[in-house]
């Protein structure tokens, strides 16, 4: 698999979330990493509230197992 982008990578991500039962709506790409001088793009996970992160937790320790 060659280089994806960031964009691509946050779309990825945000399937596998939904596919689990995740959803965190500030998921983007950070844009100030992105545009910067020499680009190291970030991913926010941004801020969800507690029954989604409790989904998280669970989906988490379900992986971990």
Do not use: H
């Not at 960031?6 to 979330?17: G, M, S």
């Not at 965190?24 to 989604?52: H, I, M, W």
Request: aromatic share 2%; net charge neutral.
């Amino acid at each position: 698999m060659g280089m994806l982008s960031a964009e691509q990578v946050v779309a990825q991500l945000r399937d596998e979330l939904r596919r689990v039962g995740v959803i965190l709506p500030s998921l983007r790409v950070d844009p100030v990493s992105a545009a910067s001088e020499v680009p190291y793009p970030l991913v926010e996970l941004g801020r969800c509230n507690v029954d989604t992160a409790m989904r998280l937790v669970d989906v988490l320790r379900g992986a971990g197992r």
